[in-house]
């Protein structure tokens, strides 16, 4: 009986451990949607875009011009921030007033054309991910082995959303993105400006989809039709999370993490259930979703 | 008024020498375009499913990617009652609308209650359960493999199903018609008009005492029947069904054709849907991947520059003539 | 749909109103009472929480407490469309049209839903004949008949807000509220919106929020002052104009309209 239970124990955490980890990639990709889509109002679907834009910039300057991993990751952020700027800028800012059925749109177009450059430009197959050396292998954590991988996205990841976390909270920045997201007429009433701040924002949020994007990619694996394939789990940590916020994305991406594992490990029929029926109790419930503002009637 | 304002709500809504084009166009293909019937049966069916999306995308302005939910649920009812060894095709096609559209009306009275995003991501998951259930359910839906090679029933027990697809045709051609006329009856009653202020200005409808939401579930109901029922055309005329046909690329597509065509306008579907198909015939079998960037883009174009579609442009281009009018 | 008529009773009440947002209360413990055929002003200084009341009233906001009566029957509950039927009638500040349909077909919407038939599915509205004549006599009362068949779009803004009018008086409302019926409208309009407002059923009891005290005397008979969200004075014109307290409240404010 003892046995057992520290076999169970370990196999617990073991797979908590992996919906952690995902969960971790989810928010980080996510976090950016979330904040850009409650100060905006813009329903954009294909935000997965610049994670998949992201994994593909890590792997390709790992290949083609042995970039190490470390500065890849790094990129990833930087280059991907660098180009959402210019597609804000030239196709989501006059659709801001538009209404829900263009933006919904524009995201497909989008992701249409994602899917045929990814392919034309690197192929139809998926990226792999050469590891440097310190990140290969496993850990033991009680009696089974967890990927040395793993272990470090959640560490960084915890590393990147603390930073995020402070920047947002304590710089005067993050004061005036808060300030907007919560009432952008009032904001701009202030002196706040507005459009530069979207665009920052914007750039932040994809940036740190590239980023997430990129991490993940072991995960969350890179090719062609990645922004299709996972614009459904995205949305649904957002919705699910709560427009705006910076919290609720982490709470709905870990409820989601880990349940989505627990219930494919323990029930691989029905496991995949778990994120659709979880998804429409919580919007059914809270239709922000649980950090979302709730407004009047 | 001279005339009085019955009559020139009426003269806006009565029947039009040029609504008969597409009529005559496909009686046309029938006789001229023999080789081509399947596909052309596969393009009126799709057009009856886009014409029901427009209903609920286009006059009420709710949008959805999860439509393909309903057409999935309509084929697996005829798929599943022929396996089962009832193959008479209209018992099928009606017993799908019926499925359908009660799936619609318990699905939209459950998540019409939210709007926006929230709704978009429910219409998206109740879809997406659809196909897991699809996929998982093998003893009923033979699941990945799906249904095929079933058996229809000649119709009126007389016209079989011949492998030219003429029986199969006309048969679509009757139901699309059936559909439209549907449609075009529901836009000019009342119902109709109270969906329109609906979609232009909810705060209003609110505000002269329109129950919203129960006419919204209203036209979910009906427009979850009408793509039912497009398909049962589907799986019945090539008998077969799988769980590819609950997808979001199937939602996604239809809602692009509907676009292309002009949304909320009752030709959007009979303009956008051949286009869109016929097009796609010809490109993607070239290069699929030059196709899809191109399809992206003209989507981003028309998103930009030209909301209202082809026909939007057409409109644009004939503002003077007296004969065009919006339709 | 009318709602049924009990004159000792006041045809919409409003009691211990309040409204919290956070911590701000906008509407603060209001009493309000609005007689049988009244004509009644409700004026205060910007922000003072007029347009919340109204859309506290009307339904659009839900109380944080307090109750809102009509007829003689609690309506807190009900949604604003279920007010609607009940007799409460509103425009609202900002036009809420359908701009893209024409004026006729506007009020046509209305007509339909106040006579029950916007369900029906299987006729077209002009077999409705009786509710377009309806819809249409709607427009000539208003005087805006020659525009019945242009987009609302394309009518000036004075005549936007006669069709906001309309709308209301489609109805057939026991109550109507109106917010700022004249605001925005160029002077050289705003003479047939006030014509209009004169003209209004005797049995309609009307509540309008107005800061031209020149409508206020022409029009009410009594008036309300709120200033944050509390009732601060009340009584006929004369004695509210007269009000040193009123005045001092209003010191430094321009009038609108």
Redesign the interface.
Known sequence: MGVDLSSLASTAINILLHGVAYAMILYIVTVGLSVT?GLMGF?NLAHGVFAMAGGYVLTRSMQHFGVPFELGLVLSFVLVAAGSVVIERM?YR??YT?????Q???S??????????A??LFGPQTEQLSLPGYLRGSISVGERLFPSYRAFLICASVAVIAVLWVAIDRTSIGAKVRAAVDNTAMAEAIGINTDRLFTLTFALGSGLAGLGGAMGAEILPIHPSYA?QY??IF??V??IGG?GSLKGPLVAALVLGIGDTTSKFLIP??G??FV??A??AV??WR???LFGRAW?? | MNPPPVEVLAARGRLHIFELAPWALAVAVYFLADSYLTVGAQILVTILFALSLDVIVGYAGIVTLGHAAFFGLGAYTAGILAVRGFGEPITGLLLAGLVSGAGGLISGAVILRTRGLTLVMLTLTVMLMLNEVANRAYWLTAGADGLFGFQIWPLFGKFRFDIYGRTAYWYCLAVLFLGWWFVRMLVYSPFGRSLTGIRENTRRMYAVGAPVRRRLVMAYTISAALAGIAGALLAQTTQSVAPSMINLDRSGTVLVMLILGGVGRLYGAFVGVPVFMLAEDTLAKQDPTYWLFWIGVAIVALVLFARGGILGIFDRLLAGTHAWRRL | MEAPVNVAVPVLEARQLSKHFGALAVTNNVNFSLALGARHALIGPNGAGKTTFINLLSGTLRPSAGSVFLAGEDVTRCSEAQRVKRGLGRTFQINQLYVGLTVLENVLIAVAERAGIAYRLFRPIWWYRKHVDEAYAHLEQLGIAEDALKPVRELSYGRQRLVEIALALALRPAVLLLDEPAAGVPKGESSIILDVIGALPRDVAVLIIEHDMDIVFRFAQCVTVMVQGVVFAEGIPREISADPRVRSVYLGEQPHG
């Open positions: 889509m329903a196709l006059p659709l538009a209404g829900e059925l263009e919904v749109l524009l497909i177009g989008l992701i249409f054309i994602s899917m045929a450059a392919t034309f299709l614009l459904v949305l649904m957002v919705s427009l029929d029905l995949a259930f659709y029926v998804t429409v919007l059914l239709p922000h979703g009047d009637s």
